[in-house]
């Protein structure tokens, strides 16, 4: 069995305390490796090492050479290809072909965007008058802003979390990473690859743990901490934002989202099926950026609703390497009950269920796994729970609309504001309506193209500040301006 340490300047070690807990598989739910838990100890030296990386040499390379190393540390995580995917497979059981086409090399990629916009971002200067007549110039300076506490999701752990790693390391911070409890592997591979390539010791390390009084809390509330970026549910980037705020911490929260889908009866009808198979069942559901509300215009809501659930109903269910395998299970039993307890909900509250609503079955050596089938509900109103909570699960309520003003409103009627999709031909509507949805990212006749420089980021309770690009340097660093008298 696998024996998963913490990676603190630079050296793999376990807890002191010798406390560790199991990871079970998705798939079968056996026990897939054994994994250190962090006590206040291990947090103290990982920030300490961080501290001390930041005003050792680390602190002192310039920006050419801190690209460089980032390159280089998009190029191992390439040459070691097949281990992330590995690792990634055995914590989340998800399909391969999405950890080879999506997760990893999105992760390696999170290095090398960022090492280029680090090195093409340029200082402001501000020419000024004053009263001798001589003038005074301003200038800023960007620096970073110290050790940042990353606190990790599950649901596409490495590509979301080198999402954080690179951005904070291109603008020259050190970071402790604390990955979820259900996907702690690629965080620590990460580790030999940043020792591989030469990483100053210190400059990244992951503690491993839980929420509450484990790694979770230690971190995001340890006074040596700078600031926090987080990506999880809202409930406990609450709990982060209050632990930040005793020292008066900068955040950045990617949170969640019960985002809306609309389609049009002008829309490409295949095409839009097709994105909403992807929307609503990737990943089995388990993306934040995910569709759970689909309206669709009323004159096609029939044979929209009956094309969804031909597309649901054809997910072939199996491990990662199955290569006729699309689909797999939820990350572990605790989270199928969340789900199935909404299954069971949106029957309590009147919901006609259109295809699934249950567990599958499954052969034998996979019949303890954390599966649950694809789900389509009708028939419910706006104020139904699973309507209006994110379940975070393959699974969407469809409804007719009969106006732009009917669906904008129903659209915005949440209290989350991550993102939406909008599939119409008339594209004077599309942009009038992106204008007035609330969310941070709005696409149109698409679904999550990605253009890493862009902002990304939720409105209301789906999150706190944006990322990507140049974007993100504004939460990376800190701005100094110097005023020089002529």
């Known amino acids: 069995m696998r024996q998963i340490k913490h990676f603190i300047a630079g050296e793999f070690t376990d807890a002191a305390s010798g406390v560790r807990f199991n990871k079970h598989s998705p798939l079968d739910n056996s026990v897939i490796c054994s994994v250190s838990e962090a006590g206040r100890g291990e947090v103290d030296a990982a920030v300490s090492a961080a501290r001390t990386a930041l005003q050792g040499e680390w602190g002192r390379l310039g920006t050419e050479q801190r690209v460089e190393l980032l390159y280089g540390v998009a190029n191992e995580i390439t040459r070691r290809f097949d281990d992330f995917v590995e690792a990634e497979m055995s914590d989340t059981g998800q399909p391969e072909h999405v950890m080879?086409?999506?997760?990893?090399?999105?992760g390696a990629a999170n290095f090398k965007v960022f090492a280029d916009v680090i090195k093409n971002v340029a200082s402001e200067a501000f020419p000024m008058d004053t009263p001798d007549g001589r003038g005074a110039l301003n200038y800023t300076l960007r620096r970073p802003k110290g050790v940042i506490g990353v606190v990790c999701p599950w649901n596409a752990?490495?590509?979301?979390?080198?999402?954080?790693?690179?951005?904070?390391?291109?603008?020259?911070?050190?970071?402790?990473v604390k990955p979820s409890e259900e996907s702690p592997q690629t965080a620590t591979l990460l580790g030999e690859v940043m020792n591989t390539v030469g990483i100053p010791k210190g400059v990244y390390n992951v503690v491993h743990g839980f929420g509450p009084d484990?790694?979770?809390e230690f971190v995001t509330r340890h006074p040596q901490v700078d600031a926090i970026t987080f990506t999880g549910e809202t409930r406990t980037g609450t709990a982060i934002m209050k632990a930040a705020a005793e020292g008066m911490r900068d955040v950045s929260f990617e949170l969640g989202g019960k985002n809306a889908g609309i389609v049009f009866a002008d829309a490409d009808f295949d095409a839009a099926v097709e994105s909403f198979s992807r929307s609503v069942f990737l990943n089995t559901g388990q993306v934040c950026l995910g569709t759970e509300r689909v309206y669709v215009e009323r004159p096609i809501f029939a044979r929209f609703v009956q094309a969804l659930k031909a597309k649901a109903e054809a997910v072939k269910y199996g491990r990662p390497d199955d290569r006729h395998a699309n689909y797999g299970p939820l990350i572990s039993q605790e989270h199928r009950e969340k789900v199935l307890s909404y299954y069971r909900k949106a029957v309590e509250e009147g919901a006609t269920v259109v295809t699934g609503g249950g567990v599958p079955q499954m052969p034998s050596d996979l019949a303890a796994g954390a599966w649950v089938q694809p789900t389509i509900w009708t028939g419910?109103?706006?104020?139904?729970?699973?309507?209006q909570q994110e379940i975070f699960g393959p699974c969407c309520h469809i409804s007719p609309f009969d106006s732009e003003d009917e669906v904008v409103a129903k659209a915005n009627a949440t209290e989350y504001g991550l993102s939406t999709t909008l599939w119409t031909r008339d594209l004077a509507r599309a942009h009038r309506m992106a204008a007035r949805i609330d969310v941070g990212i709005t696409w149109i006749n698409s679904w999550f193209l990605r253009d890493l420089r862009t902002p990304f980021g939720g409105s209301k309770q789906s999150g706190i500040g944006r990322e990507g690009g140049v974007h993100s340097l504004e939460f990376y660093t800190e701005t100094r301006n110097v005023c020089v008298k002529l």
Do not use: D, Q, Y
Not at 100 to 106: S, T, W
Not at 157 to 174: D, E, I, R
Not at 380 to 387: F, R
């Open 380 to 387: 419910l109103p706006e104020s139904a729970a699973v309507v």
């Open 157 to 176: 752990p490495f590509m979301l979390m080198t999402w954080k790693v690179g951005p904070a390391l291109a603008c020259g911070n050190t970071v402790v």
């Open 100 to 106: 080879k086409h999506v997760f990893i090399p999105r």
């Open 214 to 216: 484990s790694a979770g």
